[in-house]
């Protein structure tokens, strides 16, 4: 391009309406930056503008450049962790404002490229009046800003031979589109077609779509309303077509066969979608293929012997699906893929040790199998890789000694993921690999008890996983000074022992640390300012946090989660909150930490958890937490608080969903204010000295009346691509071991999606009543230790998920209810009354006089409802059961709720766009 440019300007003088209409057309445009400074009178030969290229013999303007690229504007990152994009400078660089007629003046112009700006204008559709230019061969406006349907007149440029529309459309697909026969390269892609009139999907006959030229077809992330979940069939009829990108749509059902009359092709991409067959043996036909893509799908099946047919792949992507069973060892000739690059089968069940033909990939840079089931140690296939830069095997069952010469020729080593596998490193003391690594894990291998001293000689390494190797070392103080370009470290899970004074000052590039779960001791080391993810918990670190909180900064603190949980802190929490807005989650429990909690941890604005849990806190509930409205979990439980529960909890911190204050002193009343918390999904509020009646107005609690999904956005990319998952976290209620009066209200039983409900160890009365049957996401009810009487409601047995059930020790009378969980319940949950009938060993008379039962052991089981649930919408599910009142239990609990918190917030916010 730059040599056609020069042959093109070099002898051109513009033509003077040529330049008149450039600088009429400028007028219209906002160049934040002045790109377009030498366009003006003062530089008369438009040919030498910005953008512009000129025939060298006519001099009519043939070629306007002015696309924007967002590329420049991206940070390097790992894994999604740490992409960042400057958005504030891509504003100050794109071009804006309006596209003006006159453009269409230009009337030898055929090379028109303005994609990537900001041309909202009123949000207004691609202009119609581009239709009119027709002799345009060239034209790009994906992302920029048009949003609307697509102008029929862009079917008269019948020179188009590449047409660029990317997200510019929430219409329709005009059938006008369909007679520009000359077109070699179409992508329509990023757009929501809406309605009948999308014909696209639909063609079906050859004369009404006119693609014959067609060679590079891009429909990815395209989206239909009414939805389609098909190939369209016209697709099949491009036998010119070279490259058919169709990623990221909602396609259902087998691979189309129809992809056999494809012959020419040599990119496939068919990456993100909903395919559920095979592979089909049709794909193993195409042998021109360089770049086929499968990725994330529901393949299944095993790998064919046909894949070796194609010997003319480049790259090769079946991760994401359900294949299963051994590479085929009858695949020895994996060897002849001589061009392949890239190979990712990660996310699989394929098993096996891995073939020797693997050695044989001798032009290979990246590899993944990661999450697969293959055994036996891979560096007797893969050591000889020497042009191999990027290697993942983690998640497998991968097992043996690896030792220096299984590494020696990975010279190509860059990026190098193994963890979770079952390696022993064994190296001398002296060794220097032959690699440079940036990114290195090696999570779960044992290391040598001493430092690993090899890893001075990895200079660039900016991700660095060591958790959980067996390291019984201090940290060196060589390690910071090798790591100048670390962004992420975690040394977590080892014996590591020791002081850390300033060490963080050093590496000002990281930005992620985890020490947790060592043995590291004396004071909170100072904090680089571009850190933004601490976590020290479960060490030994003593003294007052003051130095580490209040010290005082070159610059803006970034940190957004501090875990220092399990440590020996004490002292009272400092008043220095106002340096660090940027927290959203902080995790200070199982400390020594005394006082009240300042008022600066008002200034955090931003702060979404707060955990403070079993430290010795005491005076009223916290003031300061008022301004603090955008908490989400707060856990101020084990603590010596007391006073009433304050109104406002109810009135300010409407984003709550998980309130945790049990194990503390606080009186009086449960305010009606907390049935405002809409939101509310986590309510323990056991072991205080509360009084007066269950609020009525529970039943508010809207959270708790529908299936118990709390939605989280996650931001796993920066250029809008949006992922939605949802954290499926149990509805709890637990009001226990409180001075609670009057009856159970009935209003309770609106709660139908609550889960676990625990009203043990007060003074209630009355009867259970008679809706607890539509509480039909129970999986846990504890009303022990109360004053209850009556009968037990039969609807009880409508419960089908119940698991457990203690009514024991109330004055409940007559025959237990026949259901297909209550029988399984063991006698204890029962005891105590005047109850008869399966379990209890006591028949019911036929007179209805029963006897109490006390069973061996007159005290009951006194059980704590607790109980966590993960899930994601993929059906991943993890139950925890209904825990005993024990502490190291439930330190167990609340530990596994803090992981899960503060390992979902670290990877939204790791990989948002900041």
Known sequence: ??????????????????????????????????????????????????????????????????????????????????????????????????????????????????????????????????????????????????????????????????????????????????????????????????????????????????????????????????????????????????????????????????????????????????????????????????????????????????????????????????LEGNIPTSLDHIGAFKNIVRLDFSNNSIGGALPRSFGKLSSIRYLNLSINKFSGNPFESLGSLSKLSSLYIDGNLFHGVVKEDDLANLTSLTEFGASGNNFTLKVGPNWRPNFRLSYLDVTSWQLSPNFPSWIQSQNKLQYVGLSNTGILDSIPTWFWETLSQILYLNLSHNHIHGEIETTFKNPKSIQTIDLSSNHLCGKLPYLSSGVFQLDLSSNSFSESMNDFLCNDQDEPVQLKFLNL?????????????????????????????????????????????????????????????????????????????????????????????????????????????????????????????????????????????????????LWLKGRGDEYRNFLGLVTIIDLSSNKLLGEIPREITYLNGLNFLNLSHNQLIGHIPQGIGNMRSLQSIDFSRNQLSGEIPPTIANLSFLSMLDLSYNHLKGTIPTGTQLQTFDASSFIGNNLCGPPLPINCSSNGKTHSYEGSDGHGVNWFFVSMTIGFIVGFWIVIAPLLICRSWRYAYFHFLDHVWFKLQSFRLGSITV
């Open 1 to 322: 391009m730059e040599n056609l440019e020069m042959d093109l300007m070099v002898e051109s003088v513009c033509i003077p309406s040529e330049r008149e209409t450039l600088l009429k057309f400028k007028n219209n445009l906002i160049d934040p930056s002045n790109r377009l400074w030498s366009w003006n009178h003062n530089h008369t030969n438009c040919c030498h503008w910005y953008g512009v290229l000129c025939h060298n013999v006519t001099s009519h303007l043939l070629q306007l450049h002015l696309h924007t690229s967002d590329s420049a504007f991206e940070y390097e990152y790992y894994h999604g962790f740490y992409r960042r994009f400057d958005l504030e400078a891509y504003r100050r660089w794109i071009f804006g404002g309006e596209i003006s007629p006159c453009l269409a003046d230009l009337k030898h112009l055929n090379y028109l490229d303005l994609s990537g700006n900001e041309f909202l204008g009123k949000g207004m559709a691609i202009p119609s009046f581009l239709g009119t230019m027709t002799s345009l061969t060239h034209l790009n406006l994906s992302y920029t800003g048009f949003w609307g349907k697509i102008p029929p007149q862009i079917g008269n440029l019948s020179n188009l031979v590449y047409l660029a529309l990317r997200d510019v459309d929430n219409g329709t697909v005009p059938s006008q589109i369909g007679n520009l026969s000359k077109l070699r390269y179409l992508d329509l892609s990023d757009n929501y077609f809406l309605g009948e009139g999308c014909t696209l999907p639909h063609y079906n006959e050859p004369s009404l779509l006119n693609f014959s030229s067609l060679q590079t077809l891009i429909l990815y992330n395209t989206s239909y309303s009414p939805a389609i979940s098909f190939v369209p069939k016209w697709i099949f009829k491009l036998k010119k077509l070279v490259s058919l990108q169709l990623w990221g749509n909602e396609i259902q059902g087998p691979i189309p066969g129809g992809i056999r009359n494809l012959t020419l092709l040599q990119n496939l991409y068919l990456s993100g979608n909903s395919f559920s067959s095979s592979i089909p043996d049709c794909l193993y036909d195409l042998h021109r293929l360089k770049f086929l893509n499968l990725g994330d799908n529901h393949l299944h099946g095993t790998i064919s012997d046909a894949l070796g047919n194609l010997t003319s792949l480049v790259e090769l992507d079946l991760s994401g699906n359900q």
């Open 565 to 713: 949980a399990s440590n020996n802190l004490s002292g009272e929490i400092p008043d220095c909150w106002m340096n660090w807005t940027s927290l959203v989650y902080v995790n200070l429990q199982s400390n020594h930490f005394v006082g009240n909690l300042p008022q600066s941890m008002g200034s955090l604005a931003d702060l979404q958890s707060l955990q403070i849990r079993n430290n010795t806190l005491s005076g009223i509930f916290p003031t300061s937490l008022k301004k603090n409205n955008q908490l989400i979990s707060l856990d101020l439980g084990e603590n010596n608080l007391s006073g009433t529960i304050p109104t406002w909890v109810g009135e300010k911190l409407l984003n709550v969903k998980i309130l945790l204050l049990r194990s503390n002193s606080f009186t009086g009343h449960i305010p009606n204010e907390i049935c405002q918390l809409s939101l509310l999904q986590v309510l323990d509020l056991a072991q205080n000295n509360l009084s007066g009646n269950i609020p009525s107005c529970f039943s508010n609690l809207s959270a708790m009346t529908l299936k118990n999904q709390i939605s989280v956005l």
